[in-house]
């Protein structure tokens, strides 16, 4: 097993899923923000009182280093509604979309598409490619089993960095270039599935064995600029996974592991969208605005460190069994500042920690251990 990856899924050039725990010990809260003091800006204005927030001093909470916070001002906030690219369940939009990424990746085995009532599958010994529903998100995948990857048997270092917020003088020059190739990888899955949204690199990996070395680079889905939530906490409550309001991380997930010449040997990618409704938010809570919140609201004996302050979408929505059901509703995406700590999945990957403070209504949520 190689990802912690639950019955969402995606379009991707290989596959793997496993379950994750939720420990009794978790901590979850949600409550409102009184707003009437805090000041509500344009899009383009966010960063604009960074630092002063910087010469506030608060006493509940330390935020990180300033240069690693990115502070990258997006095209717009909006209220985000996504639908499926094939919302319907269609085995044949599955079929053409297996021909096609067949055609783009230059596989060398004989495309002759395996069908059933949910899957579409090219498959000649280890090399694959295939879409299949877990909930609604699809995977297809290639695998090869040459080249070094996160699951080779042989690791002698397996180096890790949180490409979203790390100064970009520590990063790699190796890593900026697997990363420019899985971006391009990811616009062309894009191109095929019909996908409206965009790629951030969120994370990177080099691996290392005592004669080779492979790339593992983590993706998000983003929209003008701002990311979509694709990591959670190994502490989420059950209370993220309601019916009807499901966190959709995972479904928002890409993997690509790349080889010491930056070829892709393993793509675990999800799902393509459609923007179904973006309305923009004419002013939301600047970056200050969310810092003076999270004073308010904390309890007076929280303390904490963060390692990355971003604006993100968080996506919900409903989780559906595909032989269950073909119903497919839309992903809500609702902005909030994410205040993160970092932390290390069961699996080796990223994971996080984090309180989130709502761009619009100041609702504050705590998802800590």
Same mark, same amino acid.
């Given at each position: 097993?190689?990802?912690?990856?639950? =019955? !969402?899924?995606?379009?991707?050039?290989?596959?793997?899923?496993?379950?994750?725990?939720?420990?009794?010990?978790?901590?979850?809260?949600?409550?409102?923000?009184? @707003?009437?003091?805090?000041?509500?800006?344009?899009?383009?204005?966010?960063?604009?009182?960074?630092?002063?927030?910087?010469?506030?001093?608060?006493? @509940?909470?330390?935020?990180?280093?300033?240069? *690693?916070?990115?502070? *990258?001002? =997006? %095209? #717009?906030?909006?209220?985000?509604?996504?639908?499926?690219?094939?919302?319907?369940?269609?085995?044949?939009?599955? $079929?053409? $979309?297996?021909?096609?990424?067949?055609?783009?990746?230059?596989?060398?085995?004989? =495309?002759?598409?395996?069908?059933?009532?949910?899957?579409?599958?090219?498959?000649?010994?280890?090399?694959?490619?295939?879409?299949?529903?877990?909930?609604?998100?699809?995977?297809?995948?290639?695998?090869?089993?040459?080249?070094?990857?996160?699951?080779?048997?042989?690791?002698?270092?397996?180096?890790?960095?949180?490409?979203?917020?790390?100064?970009?003088?520590?990063?790699?020059?190796?890593?900026?270039?697997?990363?420019?190739?899985?971006?391009?990888?990811?616009?062309?899955?894009? %191109?095929?599935?019909? %996908?409206?949204?965009? !790629?951030?690199?969120?994370?990177?990996?080099?691996?290392?064995?005592?004669?080779?070395?492979?790339?593992? &680079?983590?993706?998000? @889905?983003?929209?003008?600029?701002? #990311?979509?939530?694709?990591?959670?906490?190994?502490?989420?409550?059950?209370?993220? !996974?309601?019916?009807?309001?499901?966190?959709?991380?995972?479904?928002?997930?890409?993997?690509?592991?790349? %080889?010491?010449?930056?070829?892709?040997?393993?793509?675990? #990618?999800?799902?393509? !969208?459609?923007?179904? @409704?973006?309305?923009?938010?004419?002013?939301? &809570?600047?970056?200050? #605005?969310?810092?003076?919140?999270?004073?308010?609201?904390?309890?007076?004996?929280?303390?904490?460190?963060?390692?990355?302050?971003?604006?993100?979408?968080?996506?919900?929505?409903?989780?559906?069994?595909?032989?269950?059901? *073909?119903?497919?509703?839309?992903? &809500?995406?609702?902005?909030?500042?994410?205040?993160?700590?970092?932390?290390?999945?069961?699996?080796?990957?990223?994971?996080?920690?984090?309180?989130?403070?709502?761009?619009?209504?100041?609702?504050?949520?705590?998802?800590?251990?």
């Amino acid at each position: 097993m190689k990802k912690l990856v639950i =019955p !969402f899924m995606s379009v991707a050039l290989i596959l793997l899923s496993s379950c994750a725990n939720s420990p009794d010990s978790i901590k979850s809260n949600k409550h409102e923000s009184d @707003k009437t003091q805090v000041t509500f800006v344009p899009s383009d204005k966010i960063y604009d009182d960074f630092e002063s927030a910087y010469s506030a001093g608060y006493s @509940k909470f330390i935020l990180p280093d300033s240069s *690693t916070i990115k502070q *990258t001002i =997006p %095209d #717009g906030v909006y209220n985000l509604e996504l639908a499926y690219s094939n919302a319907n369940n269609s085995i044949e939009w599955k $079929k053409d $979309k297996v021909l096609e990424l067949y055609s783009a990746f230059n596989f060398s085995f004989d =495309p002759i598409v395996d069908a059933d009532e949910n899957i579409a599958l090219l498959q000649v010994n280890s090399e694959k490619i295939k879409i299949e529903p877990y909930s609604r998100p699809y995977i297809s995948w290639k695998e090869s089993d040459n080249g070094v990857n996160s699951v080779s048997e042989n690791i002698t270092s397996k180096n890790s960095y949180y490409i979203d917020h790390i100064n970009t003088n520590a990063i790699p020059d190796e890593l900026n270039n697997a990363s420019s190739k899985a971006l391009s990888v990811c616009e062309q899955v894009n %191109d095929i599935l019909g %996908d409206e949204l965009e !790629f951030q690199v969120s994370d990177g990996y080099i691996i290392h064995t005592s004669n080779d070395v492979g790339y593992e &680079i983590e993706l998000r @889905k983003s929209y003008k600029g701002i #990311g979509i939530q694709n990591l959670i906490s190994e502490y989420s409550s059950d209370s993220l !996974f309601v019916k009807g309001n499901t966190l959709m991380s995972f479904a928002m997930q890409t993997y690509i592991d790349l %080889d010491s010449n930056f070829s892709p040997e393993y793509f675990v #990618g999800c799902d393509a !969208f459609t923007v179904a @409704k973006a309305e923009p938010l004419n002013e939301i &809570i600047s970056f200050k #605005g969310a810092c003076d919140i999270l004073e308010t609201e904390l309890a007076d004996n929280m303390s904490v460190k963060f390692d990355n302050v971003i604006l993100m979408y968080e996506p919900r929505g409903t989780l559906v069994e595909a032989e269950l059901s *073909t119903d497919s509703q839309n992903i &809500i995406c609702t902005p909030k500042w994410y205040f993160i700590q970092d932390d290390v999945a069961q699996t080796g990957l990223h994971s996080i920690n984090y309180i989130t403070v709502d761009c619009v209504s100041g609702a504050v949520e705590v998802i800590m251990p």
